[in-house]
């Protein structure tokens, strides 16, 4: 199981993640509002304009404050900027 940052602290689950989506346009707008209604909405933005809507495979909406791309990104592997730092202060150590 691979965890996935969304941004200030917050991580996903990628094998539960089924679309990452800009949250602009009206039908995304109005599924929010719904799963809002219905109880089925986490917000992970920590009060941050929503720039990503996640949806999961259990029918949950997530919410967060980090580009879709950032997050595509994070889940292929391509971002590795924090396991990189990690190691640097582990060598820093030894």
Known sequence: MKLINIGYGNL???ERM???VSPDAAPI???VQDAKDKGTLIDASC???TKAV?????GYIVLSALQP???ANRAN???ENSDKIIERKNSDEE
């Open 12 to 14: 996903i689950s990628s």
């Open 18 to 20: 089924i679309s990452v």
């Open 29 to 31: 707008k109005r599924m």
């Open 47 to 49: 009060g941050r304009k």
């Open 54 to 58: 996640i949806f999961t495979d259990s």
């Open 69 to 71: 791309e950032t997050i």
């Open 77 to 79: 592997g391509k971002e």
